[in-house]
């Protein structure tokens, strides 16, 4: 185990790179917290760093990488990545948008059941940091792991990314259902049913199917799916109580990646038939073509099947 303390850059001051810092400051790391706002440069913050984590919108990576890229890094500084995501032009994970921009830098993902402010008040939780560098991602694990925060490793850094982006589109449709008061069984069902429609569009994607049933998948799932902390919640919530979207947007802390990943989902689905009934009634509901109830109503009258089939394709 590493013991000397490591130089961390992490760019993107929201709510999410606060909570990391916190989290790499309770080890005694030296964090420096950059975003747009910051008075020093950004090649200032970069400078005797070790390890740069990008905590940005999905919006916001590709300008990074752009600005990273004219800074020309060192190629051993490793880079992790914490944002969910899908970027609306090219379909990639933002993963996948580091590795082609810097080919020969390990690259790590971080991902997980993570409500920004229960980190921020110390609560327990636990994360996935994978790559496809072992000893990469055992350094990021070693950073942020505390007494009250346990961090695991995988080496489906794909996976783990695609679990966390795509629940939440669910979490929406989770929102809904919270928002339109339908009770417990309907939420057990809406999650239950979802599982199977993440995985398919996730391996589909390049991601292992047991990934998805771990802390990344399943675990992020429940987390985002059953929290008013969350902002893709709160959009499903408040446009089943009548709010729309812009109302939603205008007064939202934060960005809902679950809205422009949604998007995303359906340009895959329509172009490669992929069967993904939830996300369909989320985007018909994000688009302002249904009601809420319809898009209950909707998937409630859909035809009647064997509960694994959807597993089998």
Same mark, same amino acid.
């Not at 490793?78 to 996948?96: C, E, H, N, R, Y």
């Not at 695609?162 to 449709?173: C, R, S, Y």
């Not at 985002?224 to 969350?230: A, I, K, P, R, V």
């Given at each position: 185990?590493?013991q000397?303390? +490591?130089? &961390?850059? &992490?760019?993107?001051?929201?709510?999410?790179?606060? #909570?990391?810092?916190?989290?790499?400051?309770?080890?005694?790391h030296p964090v420096?917290?950059w975003?747009?706002?910051?008075?020093?440069?950004?090649i200032?913050?970069l400078?005797q760093?070790?390890?740069i984590?990008?905590a940005?919108?999905? $919006?916001?990576?590709? *300008?990074?990488?752009?600005?990273?890229k004219?800074?020309?890094?060192?190629?051993d &500084?490793?880079?992790? +990545?914490?944002?969910?995501?899908?970027?609306?032009?090219?379909?990639?994970?933002?993963? $996948?948008?580091?590795?082609t #921009?810097?080919?020969? %830098? @390990?690259?790590v993902?971080?991902s997980? *059941?993570?409500?920004s402010?229960?980190?921020?008040?110390?609560? *327990?939780g636990?994360?996935v940091?994978?790559?496809?560098?072992s000893?990469? %991602?055992?350094?990021?694990?070693?950073l942020?792991s505390?007494?009250s925060?346990?961090?695991?490793?995988? %080496?489906? @850094?794909?996976?783990?990314e /695609? !679990?966390?982006?795509?629940?939440?589109?669910?979490?929406?449709?989770s !929102?809904?259902?919270?928002?339109l008061?339908?009770?417990?069984?309907?939420?057990?069902?809406?999650l239950?049913?979802?599982?199977?429609?993440? =995985?398919?569009? !996730?391996t589909y994607?390049?991601? $292992?199917?047991k990934t998805?049933f771990?802390?990344s998948g399943?675990?992020?799932l429940?987390a985002?799916?059953?929290?008013? /902390?969350?902002r893709?919640y709160?959009?499903?919530y408040?446009?089943a109580?009548?709010?729309?979207?812009?109302?939603?947007?205008s007064?939202?802390?934060?960005?809902?990646?679950?809205?422009?990943?949604?998007?995303?989902?359906?340009?895959?689905?329509? %172009?490669?038939? /992929?069967?993904? *009934? =939830?996300? $369909?009634?989320?985007?018909?509901?994000?688009q302002?073509? &249904?009601? @809420?109830?319809?898009?209950?109503?909707a998937?409630?009258?859909?035809?009647?099947?064997?509960e694994?089939?959807?597993?089998?394709q």
């Open positions: 185990m590493i000397k303390p +490591t130089t &961390i850059t &992490i760019i993107g001051a929201g709510m999410w790179g606060n #909570a990391l810092a916190k989290l790499a400051n309770h080890n005694a420096r917290l975003g747009r706002s910051s008075p020093e440069t950004l200032q913050a400078e760093t070790d390890v984590l990008s940005v919108s999905m $919006q916001g990576v590709q *300008p990074i990488i752009n600005q990273l004219a800074l020309n890094i060192a190629e &500084i490793i880079l992790v +990545t914490a944002t969910k995501g899908l970027d609306p032009v090219t379909f990639k994970t933002p993963s $996948q948008l580091w590795q #921009a810097f080919p020969h %830098s @390990p690259i993902v971080l997980g *059941p993570n409500l402010k229960e980190i921020e008040q110390g609560l *327990p636990a994360t940091v994978a790559s496809h560098s000893s990469s %991602s055992e350094l990021v694990q070693y942020f505390s007494d925060f346990r961090v695991y490793i995988n %080496s489906d @850094p794909l996976g783990t /695609l !679990g966390g982006t795509l629940k939440n589109v669910v979490a929406i449709a !929102g809904v259902c919270d928002g008061k339908l009770g417990t069984n309907a939420k057990a069902a809406l239950t049913r979802a599982l199977p429609e993440i =995985i398919r569009v !996730g994607l390049g991601g $292992q199917k998805f771990g802390l399943l675990g992020d429940l985002t799916c059953n929290s008013s /902390l969350s893709n709160q959009v499903g408040r446009q109580e009548g709010e729309s979207l812009a109302e939603i947007l007064t939202l802390e934060g960005t809902a990646e679950g809205i422009n990943t949604t998007e995303v989902l359906i340009k895959i689905a329509e %172009s490669q038939n /992929l069967y993904l *009934p =939830i996300v $369909q009634q989320v985007y018909q509901l994000l302002g073509q &249904i009601t @809420p109830q319809a898009a209950v109503k998937l409630m009258e859909r035809d009647l099947k064997s694994f089939n959807d597993w089998e």
